[in-house]
């Protein structure tokens, strides 16, 4: 077997999902590493997105800010804020790639507060374009490390939209119809959405993890798939290019 | 228009189109030299209460000499727009110069983690929070741009971001869906940092653009801060390159650098020794009123925060580094 780590597998798992020709809306770190393996393996025509104005740059490394000089290196376009918000507005924007101090079984993040909204017991940086991403691109992702804090029963804010109160609540919440959570990535397994309940399903699960270990680091009762697979691993090709390529200085897949 | 929901949070300046258009009525569409200092034009048009908005995004393009100097004169009691402030919100929070903030993004530095000093202000129970968005931020300022009282929206419908907001949900008139108006944001004053301008105002910038020509045009009162003077006659040989036009604008002040120790495209790089250095000091009371002494309240300008940081050998490395230049091979 192959040796990987709980970041290497994510970012592997997350590129695959991104198809040739598809775009995708996303941030600093994991996200971005997932974008640019894709690229460089599956999806060559992978478009990239930066919500501060960069379009279908050619990355010659990482980007430390989403507005950085590097998220419109060799870029097709350097446009605005709303260059690329209306675009996903206007449902042109496929993917997207999120994460949250808290994560609920509708998929729901919460990036704004732990404790009351008026007098907070931490406060975090709150919705950035997050909230943007989630409520417009059709296919909502999230790439994070599972544990019980992290995956809970309710969240202290709900700050980015996933699928609400489950069921039809978020097509009747007047968000654009159809866009909405697709997968959650951990480090343990693969989730997707029970399509009537919309409650988080898993549907694969890594080597070296069994399904009570899913289910013990996650406050909330997770759904399972008729059939679960396991998921295949980072494969050399995947880690030589993220260790020797995308991330040498290893600031994602080092963490 | 029926209203279904709407936020409690604050709206902390007018939307009303009317009031800014009498503002804007009052500005001078002259052609006027208007080079000054930044500390004058600091001293001259930031007004203790004032709502201020900072251009670029962040540490990239961000005036952050301007920040600098707001906090060397110790302003108090201004609203602050927090979209996608880092190191911007970082400075202006070491010196509690704001008491209300909108918040987009603030806190954090992106994937450098986040700071310390920004937490904690936000937490001390000083600062009135109204939540929104990225886009919903840059949306308002495109009302404000606009010269109408709100656009419409489809985002954070469902979510705790809207009931903390000042957003509105109605039901739209024409497909009975609902839709989000976002108010209008004219800010008292804003800062923007371009490559170049001309003595007029006239000013254009490389890269990116984030919400920065629809906070030119929403802002009462806006400084520029520019890379480098340029002649009128260079603006007007390419007019396709000018981003923000002469009459937007109040100061022009040449600060070489002053996006430092962010990222200027096409120029510097973000110092992220320095930004690692902030972060860092930030943990301990002591040595962060030391170091912010060193960087900011003995510092009489941007010219000698820079001498203190590594001087024009760092300026070197940094365009170096911008330049990818270790990445150019021989043929």
């Known amino acids: 077997m192959t040796d990987y780590n709980a970041m290497e597998i994510m970012i592997s798992v997350a590129a695959r999902e991104l198809e040739n020709g598809a775009t995708v809306g996303v941030g600093t770190g994991a996200p971005c590493a997932a974008a640019m393996l894709a690229q460089k393996t599956s999806a060559p025509d992978l478009v990239i997105m930066f919500e501060a104005g960069g379009i279908s740059p ?17 870029a097709a376009m350097a446009g605005s804020m709303n260059d690329i918000m209306e675009a996903c507005s206007r449902g042109f924007v496929d993917y997207t790639f999120l994460g949250g101090a808290q994560i609920d079984m509708y998929g729901n993040l919460n990036s704004t507060v732990i404790g009351n909204h008026a007098n907070p017991k931490v406060r975090f940086p709150g919705s950035g374009g997050a909230n943007d991403f989630a409520s417009f691109c059709w296919r909502m992702m999230v790439m994070t490390p599972q544990d019980s804090r992290r995956f809970v029963e309710k969240l202290d804010f709900l700050t980015t939209p996933g699928w609400l109160q489950g069921g039809d609540s978020r097509a009747n919440s007047g968000l654009p119809l159809d866009s909405g959570p697709y997968k959650i990535i951990t480090n343990m397994a693969i989730m997707d959405f029970e399509p009537v309940s919309k409650r988080m399903r898993v549907i ?29 691993p980072p494969t050399a090709e995947e880690l030589r290019l993220l260790r020797e390529e995308i991330d040498p200085y290893r600031y994602v897949i080092g963490r | 228009m029926n209203i279904i929901d709407q936020g409690q949070g604050e709206l902390f300046l007018d939307p009303d189109p009317d009031k800014a258009r009498a503002f804007f009525r009052t500005k001078n569409r002259k052609l006027v030299n208007k080079v000054m200092d930044l500390k004058e034009a600091v001293a001259k048009f930031v007004q203790d209460g004032d709502y201020l908005a900072i251009g670029g995004f962040g540490a990239n393009r961000t005036p952050i000499a301007a920040c600098h100097e707001i906090v060397r004169q110790k302003k108090k009691n201004l609203g602050f727009a927090g979209h996608t402030s880092t190191h911007d919100m970082e400075i ?54 606009m010269g109408v009282p709100f656009v419409p929206t489809r985002n954070v419908m469902g979510t705790d971001t809207i009931k903390y907001s000042a957003a509105k949900t109605v039901e739209c008139p024409f497909t009975g869906k609902k839709v989000v108006l976002m108010p209008a944001l ?91 250095e902030w972060l860092s000091v930030e943990k301990d009371a002591e040595k962060f009123k030391a170091f912010l002494d060193k960087n900011i309240y003995g510092c009489n300008n941007h010219e000698e925060y820079i001498a203190r940081n590594g001087g024009a050998e760092k300026m070197r490395e940094l365009r170096a580094k911008e330049l990818l230049l270790s990445k150019e091979v021989s043929s």
């Open chain 1, 58 to 74: 050619n990355l010659p490394e990482m980007p430390i800010s989403v507005g950085d000089s590097r998220t419109f290196y060799k």
């Open chain 2, 92 to 145: 202006l929070s070491a010196g509690e110069v704001y008491n209300r903030i909108d918040v987009a993004y603030i806190i954090g530095l992106e994937a450098r983690g986040l700071s310390t000093c920004s937490r904690r202000y936000m937490e001390s129970g000083k600062v009135k929070v109204t939540e929104w968005t990225n886009y919903s931020l840059a949306a308002r300022l495109r009302a404000a741009a």
């Open chain 1, 204 to 232: 694969s699960i890594h080597p070296g993890y069994s399904a009570k270990d899913v289910q013990d680091n996650c406050s909330f009762e997770l759904l399972q798939a008729a059939a679960i697979a396991q998921t295949m």
């Open chain 2, 186 to 276: 004219y800010p008292d004053v804003s800062v923007i940092h371009v490559h170049e301008a001309d003595i007029f105002g006239n000013a254009r910038f490389k890269g990116i653009a984030v919400a920065d020509v629809d906070l030119a045009n929403a802002s009462k009162k806006l400084i520029i801060t520019t890379e480098k003077l340029i002649t009128s006659d260079e603006i007007r040989r390419d007019p396709s390159s000018t981003r923000i036009p002469y009459f937007l604008v109040d100061a022009v002040c040449e600060v070489p650098f002053g996006a430092y120790p962010g990222n200027m495209p096409y120029e510097y790089f973000s110092d992220e020794a320095h930004l690692r």
